[in-house]
T-cell receptor, first 113, second 115 residues
Framework: KNQVEQSPQSLIILEGKNCTLQ??????????LRWYKQDTGRGPVSLTI?????NTKSNGRYTATLDADTKQSSLHITASQLSDSASYIC????????????FGAGTRLAVHP | DVKVTQSSRYLVKRTGEKVFLECVQD?????MFWYRQDPGLGLRLIYF???????EKGDIPEGYSVSREKKERFSLILESASTNQTSMYLC??????????????FGDGTRLSIL
């Protein structure tokens, strides 16, 4: 069964600290892996997209890694800000057909002052 | 920037009503999608469309239908609303080559309550 699992479910950190969110997937055939940020009451916004051959990609203070062998990805947030408080969703795209997306349930991050 | 606009942020309807959710995108994207988002679950695909008048079922199409008469507009229809359709509904669009690292762009969602 195609699945994307994220951990932790929720996380609280202090402003300025770093954190890492995890994503494990059992999806085949794999096309790419995406991280989205979803602010409360808003739609998800794309942060990064990585293909099989990419093992790291950055977007400002966000750095995503991908280990296609172990089927794991992480999203590292550096020097967190209050505006980083959001849900972070890991999404894996299947290759073939219409490239279906499999969504994780997300990690809810709260950054406190 | 791509803009995906959903007509209502909040909607309250009664059981048995026919409900229309509207979505418009302004970037000439071929693909459009409707998802529902429930607490503790990942987004689940209801229907998608890759061209005008074309539609494909997603994972949970039961109780829903869609309409795409124009490229920029994709409507989700709840034929006879039921309480288990209370949820957040998200519309998205993307270029046709989704495998080629094209992100889906989402609207801000419609929170639908069925009483």
């Amino acid at each position: 069964k195609n699945q994307v699992e994220q951990s932790p479910q929720s996380l609280i950190i202090l402003e300025g600290k770093n954190c890492t969110l995890q994503c494990n997937y059992t999806v085949s055939p794999f096309s790419n892996l995406r991280w989205y940020k979803q602010d409360t009451g808003r739609g998800p916004v794309s942060l990064t997209i990585m293909t099989f051959s990419e093992n790291t990609k950055s977007n400002g203070r966000y750095t995503a890694t991908l280990d296609a062998d172990t089927k794991q990805s992480s999203l590292h947030i550096t020097a967190s800000q209050l505006s980083d408080s959001a849900s972070y969703i890991c999404v894996v795209s299947l290759s073939g057909g219409y490239n279906k997306l499999i969504f994780g349930a997300g990690t809810r991050l709260a950054v406190h002052p | 920037d791509v803009k995906v606009t959903q007509s209502s942020r909040y909607l309250v309807k009664r059981t048995g009503e026919k409900v229309f959710l509207e979505c418009v995108q302004d970037m000439d994207h071929e693909n459009m999608f409707w998802y529902r988002q429930d607490p503790g679950l990942g987004l689940r695909l209801i229907y998608f469309s890759y061209d005008v008048k074309m539609k494909e079922k997603g994972d949970i199409p039961e109780g829903y239908s869609v309409s795409r008469e124009k490229k920029e507009r994709f409507s989700l229809i709840l034929e006879s609303a039921s309480t288990n359709q209370t949820s957040m509904y998200l519309c998205a669009s993307s270029l046709l080559g989704q495998a080629l690292n094209q992100p889906q762009h989402f609207g801000d969602g419609t929170r639908l309550s069925i009483l």
